[in-house]
Structure formats: structure tokens, C-alpha cells
């Protein structure tokens, strides 16, 4: 069985800053893509960035150039750096991994919540 723990969320001013991080546990042979995800209030879940194992990442137009994912494969955990926060980015944020456990699948984190606001 596998499980992701998100955390770091909370209530930030505008133009602040948080750090999300999501650790995967269980027996776990091999994580290939680790994502973030979002989904604000009356819409879609949306994908915001993801990193490959060898550390490649990849960012939506919305949050590049203010968030920073980014993994540590010895503990198994993603992390997501978001500065210069706007009212927004306003969303449940998920993590996601595609990971080996006796197949490939994605498994899905249960959302941590992030609010910007004053």
C-alpha cells in the first residue's frame, strides 16, 4: 500500500510565500514523475509542474517563473516552492506519482489547502 502525505499549506498575503511538501511511503520500488496538481473552488483539477527522477521540471505558464518543484529521491518526497503568491493561486494542491509498487499507477495525495488572501 502506498501513501502521500501533503503539507505546508495555510493563509498567505498576497505576493507572500509557501512551501509545500508531499513524501510517498510504502513499498515502493521506483518513483518516475512526481506532480503537482491544484483545483480551485468550481473548477477543474489542473496540473502546475512535475520533475522526472533525474530532476527535469517542468512548469504551467500560470506559475512559471514563481513556483519551484523540486524532489529528494532519498526520502521519496516532492516539494513545491511558491513565492510571489496571487489571490489565484488560490486551490487545493495535490501531489501525484507514477511509481512502481507491483505495477505503474499514479497515486494521488489528499490535498492540502492554500489561500492567499488579506
Known amino acids: 500500500q502506498v501513501q502521500l502525505v501533503e503539507s505546508g499549506g495555510g493563509l498567505v498575503q498576497p505576493g507572500g510565500s509557501l512551501r509545500l511538501s508531499c513524501t510517498a511511503s510504502g513499498s515502493i520500488s521506483s518513483i518516475n514523475l512526481m506532480r503537482w496538481y491544484r483545483q480551485a473552488p468550481g473548477k477543474q483539477r489542473e496540473w502546475v509542474a512535475h520533475v522526472t527522477s533525474g530532476g527535469t521540471t517542468t512548469y504551467a505558464v500560470p506559475v512559471k517563473g514563481r513556483f519551484t518543484i523540486s524532489r529528494d529521491n532519498a526520502k521519496n518526497t516532492v516539494y513545491l516552492q511558491m513565492n510571489s503568491l496571487k489571490p489565484e493561486d488560490t486551490a487545493v494542491y495535490y501531489c501525484?506519482?507514477?511509481?512502481?509498487?507491483?505495477?505503474?499507477?499514479?497515486?494521488w495525495g489528499q490535498g492540502t489547502q492554500v489561500t492567499v488572501s488579506s
Open positions: 501525484n506519482a507514477y511509481l512502481f509498487l507491483d505495477s505503474w499507477n499514479d497515486y
